[in-house]
């Protein structure tokens, strides 16, 4: 069943030029149609500007399209009724951690989307030590946020999400400003949740290196998805990622080199052990 | 400019911690205005046992609230010489035209007194209580003020928001100040009008981020479902337990000893 799904999605914004009058219209997601199955963990590449920031808020509807429709969990985004019932089914982690983070306190953070649709007392209290758990972070749950690395201000904000027991989580770029260390351990928390309690992970990045373990890759360029399939298909066409101007992983890279210089090894090789396997 | 503490919570396991926000909030108000209505030595005394008292029950170290000094420090100088110098009465000595006198010397030292003790009181409820919590009991201390149709918990969200960005923008300041510095500004010369037309690449910038992050901000409240104040449930309510009615008796008979010494205060101070 598709927890995500749109149909012909378009949307145009409004650019304004220096004396205010000049306005052009920019399409900036055109003709966008997938389905997303429901515990599926997928990926979204793009580089900047291809239109993959403003297809996450559409998921969340932050946005609603111009053109096509989008349903999220059978709700059509453009229905204002609805808003805040897609807004808790849909959960949104934004790239900077500091700009989501409410609360000075970070349980009171995670205790923030409870609240705002209506949790009783009691229960925010269960929701908030049971999201802290899940993500690790029950031992700093008295702290400032301002106190947290980057990473694990990016957990709180993962915590905040799930305390509002969402059905997916679309994720912005979530690990762009952390370091490795970081990265690893927000990627290691979402995988947890998909696996152990199969919430739907939409993962935007241009990490490449994040997107092997997805189960499906959309690959997306001024506005279009051009490319969509398992990480092995997607990394095997190397020429037609670099075209979009996307990196592939060092060892991608690599085995793709040797292929074309005549070595025989099978395309789409995405982990350094698989590449020995190939060659030994 | 990042050691004000206003805003800064300094997290620890005292009774001051757990009372009830709106407890300190009016605490923090009855002390400032029995501050100044405080009049003697005797009474000096009795305020300073008090604060000492507070200082030591928050479990914070005192260094932290007299960081909170620092930023008014200039403000204090000034309030004492002009003080001095400007209460007519009778002159200890005098320096050209200016003279300081006894009343003056008296008043200085009683606004030095009243400002420290004014900040240093405001710390600790700043440093013990959560900003959220605080805007929490403005919000249920205000609440009446709906009837007349102000946005109490629109104010209340505001303003703790602001709190949360504080340090944020103190940061980003700092960074912003060295990131010019090393690009050739110039911070710390130059005449007065010289200097404010200097901070202009400071404050361009610092303007451009926060509303950057503003913007940030309002789409992730969005995003999580913020649509004001209606159907929205409490993670913290405030309750009132045994501890907080203590605590307003012992605010009572605090308030009505600043009145006695009001009253029958006096003497050389």
């Known amino acids: ?280 | 400019m990042r050691n004000i503490t206003i805003g800064q919570y300094y997290p620890a396991d005292s009774i001051l911690h757990k009372l009830d926000p709106r407890v300190k909030f009016l605490g923090t108000l009855v002390f400032i205005v029995s501050l100044f209505l405080i009049k003697g030595l005797a009474g000096y005394v009795f305020v300073t046992v008090v604060l000492a008292t507070l200082v030591k029950l928050s479990k914070v170290p005192f260094g932290m609230m007299l960081k909170g000094m620092k930023a008014i420090i200039f403000i204090l100088i000034i309030t004492v010489i002009f003080n001095m110098l400007f209460t007519p009465g009778e002159a200890i000595f005098t320096i050209w035209r200016l003279s300081v006198t006894k009343e003056g010397a008296v008043q200085a030292f009683r606004m030095a007194i009243r400002l420290s003790y004014l900040i240093i009181g405001s710390s600790i409820m700043t440093l013990t209580t959560t900003p959220n919590q605080l805007t929490d009991a403005m919000e249920n201390l205000f609440s009446p003020l709906k009837v007349i149709k102000v946005p109490v918990h629109e104010i209340s969200m505001m303003m703790s928001i602001a709190l949360r960005f504080i340090p944020i923008l103190m940061e980003e300041t700092d960074k912003i100040m060295k990131a010019q510095i090393a690009r050739g500004a110039d911070f710390e010369s130059g005449n007065l009008i010289k200097r404010v037309t200097n901070m202009i690449p400071l404050l361009v910038p610092l303007f451009v981020s926060a509303f950057q992050r503003a913007n940030d901000l309002a789409m992730a409240m969005e995003a999580r479902c913020y649509h004001g104040g209606e159907g929205r449930t409490q993670m913290k309510p405030l309750r009132y337990e045994k501890r907080d009615y203590i605590a307003y008796i012992l605010m009572l008979a605090f308030a009505a000893a600043a009145v006695c010494f009001c009253i029958f205060g006096g003497g050389w101070i």
């Not at chain 1, 705002?116 to 702290?143: C, F, Q, Y």
């Not at chain 1, 298909?233 to 996307?246: A, G, P, T």
Request: aromatic fraction near 4%; charge should be negative; proline fraction near 4%.
């Open chain 1, 1 to 280: 069943m598709e927890i995500i799904k749109a149909v012909k999605l378009c949307f145009d914004y409004m650019k304004y030029g220096e004396d205010d009058s000049k306005v052009e219209r920019v399409r900036a997601i055109d003709d966008v149609t997938l389905d997303i199955k429901k515990g599926d963990f997928i990926a979204i590449l793009g580089h900047n500007g291809s239109g993959k920031s403003t297809l996450a808020k559409h998921m969340n509807a932050l946005l609603v399209p111009t053109e096509g429709t989008m349903w999220v969990d059978e709700i059509d985004t453009a229905g204002e009724e609805e808003i805040w019932k897609i807004r808790q089914k849909a959960g949104m982690v934004f790239q900077n951690p500091d700009n989501q983070i409410i609360g000075t306190v970070v349980e009171e953070d995670v205790g923030f989307g409870p609240e705002n649709i209506g949790v009783p007392t009691d229960e925010i209290w269960a929701r908030v030590d049971d999201s802290l758990t899940k993500v690790g972070m029950l031992k700093h749950r008295k702290k400032s946020p301002n106190r947290l690395s980057g990473g694990q201000k990016q957990r709180v904000a993962i915590a905040g999400v799930i305390a509002m027991r969402p059905e997916c989580i679309v994720m912005d770029e979530p690990t762009a400003m952390l370091d490795p260390t970081g990265r690893r351990d927000v990627l290691r928390t979402v995988h947890e949740l998909n696996d152990k309690l199969g919430i739907t992970v939409i993962l935007i990045t241009h990490y490449m290196e994040e997107v092997i373990d997805a189960d499906h890759v959309f690959v997306m360029d001024s506005g279009h998805v051009v490319m969509q399939g398992t990480p092995r298909e997607i990394f095997s066409e190397v020429d037609k990622l670099k075209k979009y101007r996307l990196d592939v992983p060092q060892v991608t890279e690599l085995a793709y080199e040797l292929k074309k210089s005549g070595v025989d090894i099978p395309a789409g090789i995405l982990t350094r052990e698989e590449l020995v396997e190939a060659l030994v």
